[in-house]
């Protein structure tokens, strides 16, 4: 891993951020847990203030094509999320293990780990950049046959969604 890695923030431009689960184990894989994510990206999103263009939410990863907060940076908001989403799933699981309901395939739970430490981050500089990185977040689940088509938002497994800001919420 390179020692020193330069982010580049500060231009006001969109940022396409990928980010994969601890040893790309499927920890996005429930509803509860995609719900849990979704909602926390939410709370981090008035805070920190910035716009969430699109997102794809995959069994374990996921895509965010977001707008530079007015609060902070991506890196400080790809910190808090991802720290807030982990602290929850592992007082859940921590809560199952007691009454003896965890699955053995997630071990890695077990040793507190739910994200890799990194994330990759794309600085989305043209129109013709971000219509390619809201493509791929669309067909990415239908490539992995998670969907039948770009739009299948019928699918409860994943949420794939790409959303417009209004009057300060999002919309479908």
Same mark, same amino acid.
């Given at each position: 891993?390179?020692?020193?890695l330069?982010?580049?923030?500060?231009?006001?431009?969109?940022?396409?951020i990928?980010?994969?689960c601890?040893?790309?184990?499927?920890l996005?894989n429930?509803p509860?847990r995609?719900t849990?994510?979704? $909602?926390?990206?939410?709370?981090? *999103?008035?805070? @920190?203030? +910035? =716009? !969430?263009?699109?997102?794809?939410?995959?069994?374990?990863?996921?895509?965010l094509?977001i707008?530079?907060?007015?609060?902070?940076?991506?890196s400080?908001?790809?910190q808090?999320?991802?720290q807030?989403?982990a602290?929850?799933v592992?007082?859940?699981?921590r809560?199952r293990?007691e009454?003896g309901?965890n699955?053995?395939?997630?071990d890695?739970l077990? $040793?507190?780990?739910?994200?890799? *430490?990194r994330? @990759?981050? +794309? =600085? !989305?500089?043209s129109e013709g950049?971000?219509?390619e990185?809201?493509?791929?977040?669309?067909?990415n689940p239908?490539?992995?046959?998670?969907a039948?088509?770009?739009?299948a938002v019928?699918?409860?497994?994943?949420?794939?969604?790409?959303?417009?800001?209004?009057?300060?919420s999002f919309?479908?």
């Open positions: 891993m390179p020692r020193r330069h982010r580049y923030y500060g231009s006001g431009y969109l940022h396409f990928t980010s994969s601890y040893q790309r184990r499927p996005l429930t509860r995609r849990w994510f979704l $909602e926390i990206l939410e709370q981090v *999103r008035r805070r @920190y203030t +910035f =716009v !969430v263009v699109g997102y794809v939410v995959m069994p374990e990863h996921f895509h094509l707008s530079e907060p007015e609060r902070g940076n991506p400080t908001v790809m808090v999320l991802k807030r989403f602290r929850k592992l007082r859940d699981w809560k293990s009454r309901q699955r053995l395939w997630e890695a077990n $040793e507190g780990h739910v994200w890799q *430490r994330f @990759y981050d +794309f =600085v !989305v500089w950049k971000r219509v990185k809201l493509r791929y977040m669309h067909r239908v490539k992995r046959g998670l039948l088509g770009a739009g019928g699918m409860e497994q994943f949420s794939v969604l790409c959303l417009r800001r209004t009057r300060g919309s479908e």
